[in-house]
């Protein structure tokens, strides 16, 4: 909640032009409708770029063999982070790593391509169906 009467605690919350700061990256289409691309701090910095997870999530969601999927950081010491999917395949599939990797590959700049695929049973979410990254960047950075 916003604390009107302190000053401290409102220019935290509110930018100079009275938008509220929620930590979401957004964009404002020409029709001027506002949508959400992902949460700031949840952004992959890969060589100084940013990466959203969910623009990543959203395309591996189109490939018909994935049911699901969630993008983490993952870390490197010479990138600072790259995306790494968790991936959970439709039944049946047979779908590889190289080809997860190379459907993103061919509909993303460079910097936001995939660098390791894991596949998983399921997508540890919370209860409001949201992704829970830290727990996928333990188990990532566990089998190092």
């Known amino acids: 909640m916003i604390a009107l009467s302190n000053e401290e605690a409102t ?13 979401d990256l957004c964009y404002i289409d020409e029709d001027r409708f506002i949508f ?4 700031l701090k949840e952004l992959i910095k890969y060589k100084g770029y940013q990466v959203p997870p969910a623009e ?9 063999e994935i049911s699901d999927a969630a993008v983490i950081p ?11 999917a968790y991936v959970v ?10 080809a997860a990797m190379d ?11 995939i660098r390791r695929v894991a596949f998983v049973a399921s997508i540890p979410k919370n209860p409001s169906g949201k992704i829970l990254r830290k727990d996928l960047i333990k188990l990532a950075t566990s089998e190092l």
């Open 56 to 64: 990543l999530e959203a395309l591996l969601l189109t490939h018909p």
């Open 74 to 84: 993952f870390p490197d010491n010479e990138v600072g982070q790259f995306p790494m």
């Open 103 to 113: 459907f993103i590959a061919k509909q993303v700049a460079p910097y936001k391509r």
């Open 36 to 39: 959400v691309v992902d949460r």
């Open 89 to 98: 395949r439709k039944s049946g599939s047979t779908i590889s790593q190289s």
């Open 11 to 23: 220019a935290s919350t509110l930018d100079s032009d009275g938008w509220l700061r929620t930590g």
